[in-house]
């Protein structure tokens, strides 16, 4: 903190950061600490604090700590503290879309039965919308592989004994769901266990599509077989009055465990309690490698007291969640994917649901350990959800083109150190499944449940190759992908290595043949260098200048990705779209809606999703993007996946640069400190705004995370500038006359590149951009 009072145009002073302001600034937050060797250093240095250690981590030198914010500056230089960052929370999951046949459908499902499916892979039907023969399951059924034996850990809302968990043909004892834990920190005394009915689907939903093996009865006539059967013909089977319908997962005869890490009340999970989870697997496992027994040692294995194991023979982790990071590799739950390998278990990781533009995946999907699963969509799937919920017989009129194409929804590689990001693809798009009231049916989609297929893939193969590794089985399924099954021109960043292909992964494994080791990037300062090194350009255009492209015969559910320097001082982009011109006659495209483009404008935010202008555009249009933050913007420009046939479009885009903004004052910030500013703020004013840039922004790898906080006696904090963003701008409307207190936090500042402070820039103005 800077004590020098020079009076810079009657306005501006430096001030100290008083105990009290700091305090309300940062209020006593949750954080998360990189230790700097040992954490023992680190947990004495929250103590002397007045601090509470939540969590002290095994597999990574971290520990999670409550603060008081008088002290976080101090703190973040302790003896024993590396790096001090917010412990994130990271939202719960969800489906892109979903839909309920009990609820919507009403009475469709009267004297609806479930049976068993039978042994041997020859009677096993298609499962529904030919997930399980798109991936080859149905070949390793046939060969007498359905997972017995093989435990995947659900880490996500909890898990429910769902009425699919049959044992059919399954060589291995029940149960499937074999209990589970819940780990939310300062969990409310009520919160439901996490196989309770009372949870939220999501994870009940992961846990069917890993292990259902069952078939649902419904009286033929029925609107849902028919719609079924007219797009995915073999997915019903004639049963005299009825009509039988599989739930099948991947590895129907394997066994689940539950770690729960969000609430049944709502709302996202610290990252800690994630970090949490993942090490709690981890020991079962070594637990298991150790040679302690594989028993209950506590719970009574009733839905609300579930069975709590101290030793699992845990090879496949689902983990369909994810949230931002500002160190991609090096984030904790990221560094811990690497641990969750070296111990020999598969993490698979959804992607997110954040596309279609570039560098959308979260972490721990940007962990190197991780497989990290995108979701591609079939017209089959999607037909049928729009005959189903929307309007009946209009599936084919809204989904035109046939092939299979990555999901529009589906988050993007690569990542800010320069890897491809995205492993492979499965299915995502509107999924057969079931939720936390066990009964039947949801349909949903999200990259969410194109993840536990991959995580069911994995649990086939660890049952068939019980020692192989973590790593062996991941690299398997991704380097045996099939690159040519989707139809849409999908590259790297988009499927990945292509779409999960199990007996080709088999015959890897069988063979050994899998390549070793886990994927790198250039992990370089800069981004831009980054992903250059993977052949990716960065435009920078300049004030005034202009880029052109013609993006040439996009297929339905192609993207055109351009990536954009953005600079401190851009102030607009500008997106001319002209010369649409569709292969087909209007006759020949989509009858709904024309064939036409999806365009999505990511701001420079990597490993999350900022959409900053979008949408279908189908005649000459501009989009106009003002004040983008710094790093890389990228446009998505998609041939619409709606469409019937290829289009083309003629791309121009502009830019102008300005000054920035008068400038109010510059410096550098220790990680965790504070500088302080005093600014003068007349009487009359229309709007004031601060706008704080740094040079390790989202263009620098890593990203510092500066926060801006305002405050003044009459109206109190502001604190829209502490965000993620880069730069973090704050606009007060008709502000309060008299003295404003401006404050740069140094939430997390890496010292990575650039020495141990980060260097920025504070400007302000007012309505009429005057400098205040």
Known sequence: MKRSSPVIGGLLVLLAVSGSVQA??????????????????AVKAVRKAGGTVTREFKYVDAIAATVPGAKRGALSRASGVSV?????????????????????????LAGAAVASVSAGGENLPEDLLFNLPMM???????????????????????????????????????????GGETWIGGADPTEPSATSPLNGNHGSEVGTVIAANALYSWPTGHIVPQVISTHAPGSIIPNGATQLMPMIGVAPCSHLYALKVFSAFGGGAPTSDVVAAMERAIDLKLNFDAGMPSVP????????????????????????????????????????????????????????????????????????????????????HERIYVDLFLANGFGTLYRASEHTQTATFSSRGPSADGRISTD????????????????????????????????????????????????????????????????????????????????????????????AGLPTGAAGASVTDNIEALGFEVISIGNGGSYTVTLEDLAPGQVGHIFLASHKNTEQFSISLSNLSPALPPGQQNQLFGDDLFVHVQDAITSDEAVIASGFINADTVLTVDNPQSGIVRVGIMGDWTNAGTISVDVEITEVRGSGGPKLAGGKVAHGGFDGYLVNIPAGLGSATFELSWNNDWGSFPTDDLDLVLWNAVYGFNFDGATFASPERATLVAPEPGIWEVYVDGFTVWGVHGGPRSKYQLHAWDQDGNAL
């Open 84 to 108: 001090l960052m917010k412990d994130v929370i990271v939202d719960a999951p969800a489906a892109v879309r979903e839909a309920s046949l009990e609820g919507d459908m009403a009475g469709k």
């Open 297 to 380: 040692v506590s719970g009574s294995g009733a839905p609300e007291d579930p069975f709590v194991y101290d030793s699992l023979n845990i090879t496949t982790v689902n983990m369909s969640l994810g949230g931002a990071t500002l160190f991609a590799t090096q984030d904790f739950d990221d560094l811990l994917t690497e641990a969750m390998v070296d111990a020999g278990i598969t993490l698979v990781n959804s992607a997110g649901n954040e596309g279609h533009s570039a560098m959308t995946g979260g972490s721990a999907g940007t962990g190197r350990g991780s497989l990290t699963a995108g979701a591609a969509s079939t017209a089959a």
């Open 136 to 178: 080859g399951a149905d070949v390793m059924f046939g060969a007498g592989f359905m997972g017995d034996g093989a435990i995947t850990a659900i880490i996500d809302s909890g898990t429910v004994a769902h009425g699919s968990f049959l044992r059919g043909g399954c060589q291995s004892a029940e149960p499937t769901l074999l």
């Open 424 to 515: 492979a693809v499965a299915n995502g798009d509107s999924i057969w499944m079931g939720g936390a009231n066990g009964g039947c049916c949801l349909i949903g989609s999200g990259t969410s449940f194109s993840a536990p297929q991959i995580a069911g893939a994995s649990a086939l193969l660890h049952a068939a190759f019980p020692d192989a590794t973590g790593e062996e089985v991941r690299n398997a399924l991704v380097y045996s992908a099939n690159p040519n099954l989707l139809g849409d021109n999908s590259g790297p960043i988009d499927q990945g290595n292509g779409f999960i292909d199990i007996p080709a992964a088999y015959t890897m494994l069988a063979t050994d043949s899998v390549p």
């Open 24 to 41: 309300a600034v940062s209020g006593g937050e949750a954080v998360l600490i990189q230790c700097d060797g040992n954490c023992s250093k």
